[in-house]
């Protein structure tokens, strides 16, 4: 029988090393293999935005898509606060200190929006955050330095952001792999996002989120 032939036994090591190598290549694991999600609710939401404004005028929710903006003359989230125009969503609820944990959500930035930040984690010594992603002219970066993806207006992309206490901070984007940062310190951590300038701004700037979720490792 031809099973039991010696070219039989060839062809099945031969498609077994085939689909494990293909498998690899292809990169079927997931930034959230591993991770559990911790339940969030809306109060879980908490909107920061220009003090002298109502919410309804920076920001809205609407069939499952969360919409941020402001500009670049706006006032700051209080008036004792020196920081530059922001709205933005800060996750409460799940501030860490250790451990591995994970933020993701799907973006859209509008074109020409540029010179702001759009999701980051609050908390580091010596500095406000441990990581913030930028946009600027249709990059992604990592503050306004590395370029982690080219061309990212008008378009949904998915965002995962891992962040190994102590170690260092990994970011995905669609999947796949495309920067790690050592992290900066600090033992108060926090995940937000929305619009919040930065220097050389647009005027207007916008940034849109759905399917927010926070995962901590198993």
């Not at 920061?48 to 969360?66: A, E, L, M, W």
């Not at 999701?119 to 990059?139: C, E, K, N, P, R």
């Not at 102590?166 to 929305?194: P, Q």
């Amino acid at each position: 029988m031809i099973s039991s032939s010696p070219f039989a036994g060839f062809l099945s090591a031969t498609f077994v090393w085939f689909a494990l190598f293909a498998t690899l290549c292809k990169g079927d694991l997931d930034p959230t293999d591993g991770f559990s999600p911790v339940p969030l609710k809306e109060g879980n939401f908490k909107l920061q935005k220009p003090y002298n404004v109502d919410p309804n005028k920076r920001y809205s929710f609407k069939n499952g898509v969360r919409r941020l903006w402001v500009y670049s003359n706006d006032k700051p989230l209080n008036q004792k606060s020196h920081t530059k125009p922001r709205t933005e969503i800060k996750i409460t609820g799940y501030n860490y200190s250790e451990g591995v944990w994970q933020f993701e959500g799907f973006g859209y930035i509008p074109n020409g929006t540029t010179g702001v930040s759009i999701m980051q984690i609050f908390g580091t010594t010596g500095h406000a955050t441990s990581f913030m992603l930028h946009v600027y002219d249709g990059q992604l970066k990592y503050y306004d330095e590395k370029v982690i993806k080219d061309h990212i207006y008008d378009k949904w992309f998915r965002v995962n952001v891992i962040h190994t206490v102590g170690e260092n901070i990994k970011v995905f984007i669609n999947g796949i792999k495309k920067y790690v940062a050592n992290d900066r310190g600090g033992k108060d951590h926090y995940f937000k996002f929305g619009v919040y300038t930065q220097k050389d701004s647009s005027r207007y700037m916008e940034s849109r989120w759905k399917n927010v979720q926070i995962y901590k490792k198993l």
